[in-house]
């Protein structure tokens, strides 16, 4: 099972990046995107069920990221707008199933780390 995220970097605030977390030797109902910054617990960001593409978002990011998915090729990304610099983390791909995706998904990438400037 990998998970492996990219797309992180530097950029400033009221921009954009694009989050891209390919996945192998996997098959869940669902996937998502988490974020942690030092000292405080990982949250949840967004999710994406796999069959009906039914989405779901953190308040903090609804209506400025948008989670979407490629089944063809396992792909699940994040296009993150308006980034402001409390966005700052590393943000965490996850796999698991629909109803747990959001509190304990099986499987973790890596990490990729966001920093927004001000």
């Known amino acids: 099972v990998q998970l492996v995220e990219s797309g992180g970097g530097l950029v400033q605030a009221g921009g954009s990046l694009r989050l891209s977390c390919a996945a192998s030797?996997?098959?869940?109902?669902?996937m998502g995107w988490f974020r942690q910054v030092p000292g405080k617990e990982r949250e949840f960001v967004a999710a994406?069920?796999?069959?009906?593409?039914?989405?779901y978002y953190a308040g903090s990011v609804k209506g400025r990221f948008t989670i979407s998915r490629d089944n063809a090729k396992n792909t699940v990304y994040l296009q993150m707008n308006s980034l402001k610099p409390e966005d700052t983390a590393v943000y965490y791909c996850?796999?698991?199933?629909?109803?747990?995706?959001?509190?304990?998904?099986?499987?973790w990438g890596q990490g990729t780390q966001v920093t927004v400037s001000s």
């Open positions: 996850a796999a698991g199933s629909v109803s747990m995706i959001a509190t304990s998904p099986v499987f």
């Open positions: 030797g996997v098959s869940t109902s669902a």
């Open positions: 994406i069920r796999q069959i009906g593409g039914n989405t």
